[in-house]
């Protein structure tokens, strides 16, 4: 039965990869007319609940929204052909239209809520020493072997989700990384990376690979960014984005506010910084996530006020309604999600220990993924009762 299962589906992802590459080469010569007509045929073969409205939804801000419309005309046209092709039959066909059915189909028939994602960290050694990392408590000498992350990601693929996000310690010093993104390159992975150990010779590989998106963390201008992340990071991460630019490989940005830096990562200097220059050295997205006390020496003073919290959650709207480039603002924005996303409601984290957190800024585990399957972790009680409770907030 499940290799029955396996087969169609690897049958609709062949046909599917096939259309959606000559969709999205016919989709190049104009944007501004096809990508409307792409979008219509996501609609017409979406097949998971709410799928074909939120496409519509998005068919909706294409049509009437000048800004977000150059935005998404800009990703057809500063990404690389072979780096688009992969992104997209990874998320949209593998991860949405395939997986995501695969993911209720599981729940309806084995009880277990699956998630769309999951981060993990497969090494916890860093480069870098940042004050007030959320990692900062990790051991730094932990690391997931090869054989396992193999294993999480062929049991999880078997659960619908092809989606993943990483983080550490730093994951570009795992050395078995892109070896891991090439064997699963029918998955599509995100990033969490300081940006210091991207070079020439690493922008290559994933422009080859295609399927990675690393999101750079930065800090504000130059100043702010060197406080806290150390002398020359700065300079280090904008040549990172000019290499990856440069290769067309789809690059985004994470800010972590604090008290002391909320006016000037939200100001129109910074956010046309980002557009003006950043995006032109390859930045399409930003993540932003208010100060933690958690990991290296939390500092209580770090944290966003409350005025300030309530100032971010109008100023963030206003950018998005003039400012060509997506900000996704990880705990303001739960009120249009129904509420906190961890827990397994919509993700988890594993450490570079191999401990399943329920989140990455809730340091506690009752399980370990060396000692599970990725199904069993799904079914122990925090993360099977925390999706139904998070969602009323």
């Avoid at 959320?134 to 193999?150: C, I, V």
């Avoid at 827990?343 to 340091?363: K, L, Q, S």
Wanted: aromatic fraction near 8%.
């Amino acid at each position: 039965m499940i290799s029955k299962r396996l087969n169609l589906d690897y049958a609709k992802k062949i046909l599917g990869e096939k259309l959606i590459e000559q969709v999205l080469s016919y989709i190049e010569g104009n944007p501004e007319t096809n990508i409307p007509r792409f979008l219509h045929l996501i609609e017409l073969i979406a097949r998971a609940p709410g799928h074909k409205e939120s496409v519509q939804n998005v068919q909706q801000v294409y049509k009437n929204d000048p800004v977000m419309r150059e935005y998404l005309n800009r990703l057809f046209s500063e990404i690389d052909h072979g780096v688009r092709k992969k992104l997209v039959c990874n998320t949209i066909l593998n991860a949405i239209l395939l997986g995501r059915p695969r993911q209720i189909q599981v729940e309806q028939e084995e009880g277990i809520h699956v998630p769309f994602t999951f981060l993990i960290d497969p090494t916890s050694a860093c480069n870098l020493k940042c004050i007030g990392c959320w990692a900062g408590e990790y051991r730094k000498h932990d690391q997931l072997e090869p054989e396992l992350l193999d294993r999480i990601f062929c049991e999880a693929k078997e659960l619908g989700i092809y989606a993943v996000v990483m983080s550490g310690g730093e994951p570009f010093m795992y050395p078995y990384l892109f070896d891991i993104a090439e064997k699963h390159n029918d998955m599509v992975f995100m990033i969490y990376t300081n940006g210091t150990r991207i070079n020439e010779q690493v922008a290559d590989r994933l422009r080859e690979l295609g399927n990675i998106s690393p999101a750079i963390s930065i800090q504000g201008w130059e100043e702010r960014t060197d406080h806290r992340r150390g002398k020359g990071v700065f300079r280090r991460i904008t040549q990172a984005m000019d290499y990856l630019k440069e290769r067309g490989v789809l690059c985004g940005a994470s800010i972590t506010i604090t008290r002391e830096n909320v006016e000037e990562v939200a100001s129109d200097e910074f956010i046309d910084f980002l557009i003006k220059k950043v995006i032109k050295k390859g930045v399409k997205y930003v993540w932003t996530f208010h100060y933690i006390p958690i990991g290296s020496e939390p500092n209580l003073d770090l944290m966003v006020l409350p005025e300030q919290r309530a100032w971010l959650v109008n100023r963030i709207v206003q950018l998005r309604s003039e400012k060509p480039i997506a900000i996704i603002d990880f705990w303001n924005d739960g009120a249009l999600i129904g509420g906190c996303i961890a827990g397994g409601r919509c993700y988890f984290h594993i450490n570079a220990r191999g401990d399943v957190e329920p989140c990455a800024f809730a340091h506690f585990a009752v399980d370990n993924i060396k000692e599970k399957s990725l199904k069993d972790v799904l079914q122990s009680p925090p993360l099977q009762g925390l999706p139904e409770a998070s969602a009323v907030f």
